[in-house]
């Protein structure tokens, strides 16, 4: 059997009732899945209330090393099927250490239009990427700077200084705000 036709078997076990086939299947990913299983994999975490097999996808997904995972994991974020574990697929970006340099605005986005759990993820993704181009930074410094008086939650508000306070260091004009 090819690999594709195993891969194809693998996700669609994901979404059994059974738990042994689901372990069985993650184990089969494990072994050998790629970009491809990200999706199945979350759509199988959104699905479950499964507390071992949702830590087992968990931390399959916090260890993603795959060519392409950024790019699944970005298209994730926007199907709705998969909102009720988005915070889970940006934190993936930073468990697995994969490189988002060129999506800084797609994080303040979220972090600005999102929950405080979801803008949590966003400041801990933008604080843990070692390069940020100059242009988006001071683009997305100054698009935090101007929605902070309108933020209405003390949390939330409290993460955006935060943010803020990252962006501008990694500018340099930290000015302790």
């Known amino acids: 059997m090819s690999s594709t036709k195993n891969m194809d078997l693998a996700f669609a076990a994901l979404?059994?009732?059974?738990?042994?086939?689901?372990?069985?299947a993650l184990a089969r990913i494990e072994k050998g899945g790629d970009a491809r299983a990200i999706r199945p994999?979350?759509?199988?975490?959104?699905?479950?209330?499964?507390?071992?097999?949702?830590?087992?996808?968990?931390k399959l997904l916090n260890e993603v090393k795959v060519m392409n995972a950024t790019d699944e994991l970005l298209l994730a974020l926007d199907e709705p099927a998969l909102a009720?574990?988005?915070?889970?697929?940006?934190?993936?970006?930073?468990n697995a250490g994969l490189d988002v340099?060129?999506?800084?605005?797609?994080?303040?986005?979220?972090a600005l239009d999102g929950n405080g759990e979801e803008c949590f993820?966003?400041?801990?993704?933008?604080?843990?990427q070692e390069i940020w181009p100059e242009r988006a930074t001071r683009s997305a410094a100054a698009r935090v700077r101007k929605a902070l008086p309108d933020e209405?939650?003390?949390y939330k508000a409290s993460l955006l200084n935060d943010l803020l306070a990252v962006l501008e260091y990694r500018l340099g004009t930290d000015e302790g705000q």
Do not use: M, P
């Open 84 to 94: 009720s574990v988005r915070v889970t697929v940006l934190s993936v970006f930073w």
């Open 121 to 128: 993820e966003c400041l801990t993704v933008i604080e843990n």
């Open 15 to 24: 979404l059994s009732k059974d738990a042994d086939q689901v372990l069985t």
């Open 41 to 58: 994999l979350l759509h199988a975490l959104a699905t479950t209330q499964e507390d071992h097999i949702r830590q087992r996808i968990t």
């Open 152 to 154: 209405g939650n003390s």
């Open 101 to 110: 340099r060129d999506h800084l605005d797609r994080f303040v986005t979220i």
